[in-house]
């Protein structure tokens, strides 16, 4: 018996779109405002859609730049120019043989394959009829526990946005620091006294402590409030594992680990409890899926983390947390929703539209896998058309 023939990729497009935000989010480093990132259409001969997403930002990097940002002028120039070709004509289905081309065609730009990869998946699962968990090895989870993003703004305002977000189901906060000492112990005091006990509060400084002890320092004082973890206090496997060394709280590395050999010598140095694992940040899924399995056999638990993006990119994440066995922790993604179905909710929701046809499910603090082919929901064609923007 043969196999039934898959329509081979026969189209690959790059848009650009900026979705308006619902108030600014920033950490530290940043310097672009989020959601304005780059999207992936790829398509097979009888006309099946795939759709990725690249959340490039420039200034978002690696430890002292061993990984190194990208725009959305730079991933779309390398998925153009030298990623597209090698796809077409290609069986959606060979995601293996897509990475060995794509490497062999360049080094490096993992956020540039991880779009085009994602599109690949979603269109090899339309194909098949099968959610895109299914090609990454099956269903660990379909609820995604959500945990909500606090960015660097006002002590009044985090501390209002944290207390409605836990009325609307969040359990799990994550607070933006490294900025200042005082302001970063002064504000995790101020919202855990607003949401009580109920709720888990973590950190996450990126990178922005300048030296260990100034991170020791400031996480012991947050202590007392009961961090569930602190995320990528310093730059540096070596020196977050000087940090994980000089305080009580459970460590995750997020801008220090984008790939297996990282979960290695974070764990040869001792510098993480936890894992952040990335659609983006490995270059796609499937080795998503690697820095998972690698945490996992070295005893580490993770979450999934990612750069607050769009519904199409944000489905992805989905997939991945629910695929990846070791992704116990509450997922720092968004509750992508469109506009006429946010209700005044706040809870995940970091835009003020989505490109989605229809809003993710949020019941009871977490995301239900959505159901159905490829990625489950449909990307809304009028939204694409409403903000789609010019190239960079």
């Given at each position: 018996?043969?196999?039934?023939?898959?329509?081979?990729?026969r189209?690959?497009?790059?848009?650009?779109?900026?979705?308006?935000?619902?108030?600014?989010?920033?950490?530290?480093?940043?310097?672009?405002?989020?959601?304005?990132?780059?999207?992936?259409?790829?398509t097979?001969?009888?006309?099946?859609?795939?759709w990725?997403?690249?959340?490039?930002?420039?200034?978002?990097?690696?430890?002292?730049?061993?990984?190194?940002?990208?725009?959305?002028?730079?991933?779309?120039?390398i998925?153009?120019?030298?990623?597209?070709?090698?796809?077409?004509?290609?069986?959606?289905?060979?995601?293996?043989?897509?990475?060995?081309?794509?490497?062999?065609?360049?080094?490096?730009?993992p956020?540039?394959?991880?779009?085009?990869?994602?599109?690949?998946?979603?269109?090899?699962?339309?194909q098949?009829?099968?959610?895109?968990?299914?090609?990454?090895?099956?269903?660990?989870?379909?609820?995604?526990?959500?945990?909500?993003?606090?960015g660097?703004?006002?002590?009044?305002?985090a501390?209002?946005?944290?207390?409605?977000v836990?009325?609307?189901?969040?359990?799990?906060?994550k607070?933006?620091?490294?900025i200042?000492?005082?302001?970063?112990?002064?504000?995790?005091?101020?919202?855990?006294?607003?949401?009580?006990?109920?709720?888990?509060l973590?950190?996450d400084a990126?990178?922005?402590?300048?030296?260990?002890?100034?991170?020791?320092?400031?996480?012991?004082?947050m202590e007392?409030h009961?961090?569930?973890?602190?995320?990528?206090?310093?730059?540096?496997?070596?020196?977050?594992a000087?940090?994980?060394?000089?305080?009580?709280?459970?460590?995750?590395?997020?801008?220090?680990?984008w790939?297996?050999?990282?979960?290695?010598?974070?764990?040869?140095?001792g510098?993480?409890?936890?894992?952040?694992?990335?659609?983006?940040?490995?270059?796609?899924l499937?080795?998503?899926?690697?820095?998972a399995?690698?945490?996992?056999?070295?005893?580490?638990?993770?979450?999934?983390?990612?750069?607050?993006?769009?519904?199409?990119?944000?489905?992805?994440?989905?997939?991945?947390?629910?695929?990846?066995?070791?992704?116990?922790?509450?997922?720092?993604v968004?509750v992508?929703?469109?506009?006429?179905?946010?209700?005044?909710?706040?809870?995940?929701?970091?835009?003020?539209?989505?490109?989605?046809?229809?809003?993710?499910?949020?019941?009871?603090?977490?995301?239900?896998?959505?159901?159905?082919?490829?990625?489950?929901?449909?990307?809304?064609?009028?939204?694409?058309?409403a903000?789609?923007?010019?190239?960079?």
């Amino acid at each position: 018996m043969t196999a039934p023939q898959r329509a081979p990729i026969r189209g690959v497009e790059t848009l650009s779109v900026a979705l308006p935000t619902r108030r600014q989010h920033r950490w530290t480093g940043l310097t672009e405002p989020i959601g304005v990132y780059l999207l992936v259409r790829v398509t097979d001969e009888d006309g099946t859609e795939g759709w990725g997403e690249a959340p490039a930002l420039k200034d978002w990097s690696g430890d002292f730049g061993r990984y190194f940002g990208e725009s959305r002028a730079t991933t779309r120039l390398i998925i153009e120019r030298y990623l597209a070709p090698l796809a077409i004509g290609r069986d959606p289905v060979d995601i293996t043989g897509l990475h060995a081309a794509m490497d062999a065609q360049i080094g490096g730009y993992p956020y540039a394959k991880a779009a085009l990869e994602m599109a690949v998946h979603d269109l090899a699962a339309r194909q098949l009829g099968l959610p895109v968990a299914m090609l990454l090895g099956g269903i660990a989870r379909r609820h995604i526990p959500v945990t909500h993003s606090i960015g660097l703004i006002g002590i009044d305002e985090a501390v209002a946005e944290c207390a409605r977000v836990a009325a609307e189901g969040i359990r799990t906060i994550k607070i933006k620091v490294g900025i200042d000492a005082a302001r970063d112990v002064e504000i995790v005091g101020a919202v855990r006294d607003a949401v009580g006990s109920g709720v888990a509060l973590c950190v996450d400084a990126n990178c922005g402590y300048a030296t260990p002890g100034d991170a020791i320092r400031t996480i012991r004082r947050m202590e007392r409030h009961d961090l569930l973890y602190a995320e990528q206090p310093v730059a540096g496997l070596a020196r977050v594992a000087e940090v994980r060394r000089g305080i009580g709280v459970p460590v995750m590395i997020d801008e220090s680990c984008w790939g297996p050999a990282d979960v290695i010598e974070a764990v040869r140095l001792g510098a993480a409890d936890i894992v952040s694992i990335y659609t983006t940040k490995p270059g796609g899924l499937a080795r998503g899926m690697a820095v998972a399995a690698t945490a996992a056999a070295a005893g580490l638990v993770c979450n999934l983390n990612g750069s607050v993006e769009t519904g199409v990119g944000n489905l992805a994440n989905i997939h991945l947390a629910a695929a990846a066995p070791a992704a116990t922790l509450s997922c720092v993604v968004p509750v992508s929703t469109p506009a006429e179905a946010q209700e005044g909710r706040i809870a995940g929701i970091y835009y003020r539209d989505d490109l989605l046809a229809q809003p993710m499910r949020f019941e009871d603090g977490a995301i239900t896998l959505p159901e159905g082919p490829g990625y489950g929901i449909a990307v809304d064609p009028a939204k694409i058309d409403a903000y789609r923007i010019a190239d960079a």
